[in-house]
């Protein structure tokens, strides 16, 4: 009997996940295998590559070939070149970083909550009328500020009014 070390697809249809399994080389993908040792998602980033090491140079030993496909995953894991005593032993598996602790996330938000002081804390319609109350009082400051300027601005524009006014009557006169 010729066994294969291949991937059988499991997942929904976009959603791929394999299991990596030594079957029959006659049987079909998704048939009953003889051993599964590893799993492949590639949906993630990086992708997920699982491979029980020992069993997958046993099987390599008794004489199961692995797929193209495998083949590639045992090269990024380095299982490829253990097994034919190359160099990169080590392999070149990409490792995701951890994810952050959604806990303590959770815990320092709260604390930084706390830390809020408790009249600084407004609703919308309040701070709306904070702003209102803010746009119309710089107004009512301004205006009597400007209350002394402003009839010496009319009175200039009557001196030129005026000016403008008597320009014309001298014109004809000098006729």
């Given at each position: 009997?010729?066994?294969?070390?291949?991937?059988?697809?499991?997942?929904?249809?976009?959603?791929?996940?394999?299991?990596?399994?030594?079957?029959?080389?006659?049987?079909?993908?998704?048939?009953?295998?003889?051993?599964?040792?590893?799993?492949?998602?590639?949906?993630?980033?990086?992708?997920?590559?699982?491979?029980?090491?020992?069993?997958?140079?046993?099987?390599?030993?008794?004489?199961?070939?692995?797929?193209?496909?495998?083949?590639?995953?045992?090269?990024?894991?380095?299982?490829?070149?253990?097994?034919?005593?190359?160099?990169?032993?080590?392999?070149?598996?990409?490792?995701?970083?951890?994810?952050?602790?959604?806990?303590a996330a959770f815990e320092a938000a709260a604390k930084e909550a706390m830390n809020e002081?408790k009249d600084g804390a407004t609703t919308l319609k309040k701070r709306a009328a904070e702003?209102?109350?803010?746009?119309?009082?710089?107004?009512?400051?301004?205006?009597?500020?400007?209350?002394?300027?402003?009839?010496?601005?009319?009175?200039e524009a009557a001196v030129t009014t005026s000016a403008e006014e008597s320009a014309p009557?001298?014109?004809?006169?000098?006729?």
């Amino acid at each position: 009997m010729a066994a294969k070390i291949r991937l059988a697809r499991m997942g929904k249809i976009r959603t791929p996940h394999f299991r990596i399994v030594v079957a029959d080389s006659r049987s079909a993908r998704n048939s009953k295998a003889i051993e599964e040792i590893g799993r492949y998602s590639p949906a993630q980033e990086p992708s997920l590559i699982i491979v029980n090491s020992e069993r997958a140079l046993y099987w390599m030993g008794v004489g199961a070939t692995p797929t193209p496909a495998v083949e590639a995953l045992l090269k990024i894991t380095g299982d490829w070149q253990k097994f034919y005593d190359l160099p990169g032993k080590e392999g070149t598996l990409k490792v995701a970083p951890p994810r952050p602790d959604r806990r303590a996330a959770f815990e320092a938000a709260a604390k930084e909550a706390m830390n809020e002081p408790k009249d600084g804390a407004t609703t919308l319609k309040k701070r709306a009328a904070e702003k209102l109350a803010a746009k119309s009082a710089p107004k009512a400051e301004e205006t009597p500020a400007d209350a002394p300027e402003a009839p010496a601005a009319v009175s200039e524009a009557a001196v030129t009014t005026s000016a403008e006014e008597s320009a014309p009557e001298s014109a004809p006169a000098s006729e």
